[in-house]
């Protein structure tokens, strides 16, 4: 079945600082990849994604590139702000007859201090 | 606009106990789904509505949750006899239609807390 497995957090930075946070999937069709991210006390809220392989998702400054060939969607930023702390989320859809179904990883909490 | 509501936000049972979960989808949304949102297991896929319909219950982990959808808008989500292992926050989200060509919108949750 499909899998998303993300890395570990928590995951502290400090203001300015580069971020990635590594995302890879298993999938049995084509996949879209999402990044979804749910700040505290909010709901969870669609970040970026990508459709097909070599499309590059982007907003509010994070990036992530569909990378087919190591089935991989890492998130990056290339200076984090306090108000990025929130917990990250890489999610797949599968193609096909199933298409609506999230499939999500357990979530990274990234804390950033000034 | 108005995004998903779920009520209540908070919810407080004894084991045993039953409790009903409600989601108020964005106004024509035809799709619905519920997750699980539980410390170890992350978020788990439990159920899509069409509509009325629900085609794919795969994720209902066992017979005691079932959920039904009205008017092709408010969701229900009930579990019964509840045991300490269904804490977790449950989310509904909604979207235009079925396909992921549509984000889905997460409501806020209902943590769910069994004594």
């Known amino acids: 079945g499909d899998s998303v497995t993300q890395m570990e957090g928590p995951v502290t930075l400090s203001e300015e600082a580069f971020l990635t946070i590594n995302c890879t999937y298993t999938?049995?069709?084509?996949?879209?990849l999402f990044w979804y991210v749910q700040y505290p006390g909010e709901g969870l809220q669609l970040l970026l994604k990508?459709?097909?392989?070599?499309d590059k998702g982007s907003n509010k400054g994070f990036e992530a590139t569909y990378r087919k060939e190591t089935t991989s969607f890492h998130l990056e930023k290339g200076s984090v702000q306090v108000s990025d702390s929130a917990v990250y989320f890489c999610a797949l859809s599968d193609s096909g007859g199933s298409n609506y179904k999230l499939t999500f990883g357990k979530g990274t909490l990234l804390t950033v201090n000034p | 606009g108005a995004g998903v509501s779920q009520s209540p936000s908070n919810k407080v049972t004894e084991k045993g106990k039953d409790v009903e979960l409600r989601c108020d989808p964005i106004s024509g949304h035809t799709a619905l789904y519920w997750y699980r949102q539980s410390l170890g297991q992350g978020l788990e896929f439990l159920i899509y509505f069409q509509g009325n319909s629900a085609p794919d219950k795969s994720g209902l982990p066992s017979d005691r949750f079932s959920a039904e959808r009205t008017g092709g808008s408010v969701s229900t989500l009930t579990i019964q006899r509840t045991q300490q292992e269904d804490s977790a926050v449950y989310l509904c989200a909604s979207s235009l239609d079925g396909t992921n060509s549509y984000e889905q919108y997460f409501g806020p949750g209902t943590r769910l807390t069994v004594t």
């Open positions: 999938a049995t069709g084509y996949p879209s």
């Open positions: 990508a459709t097909k392989a070599d």
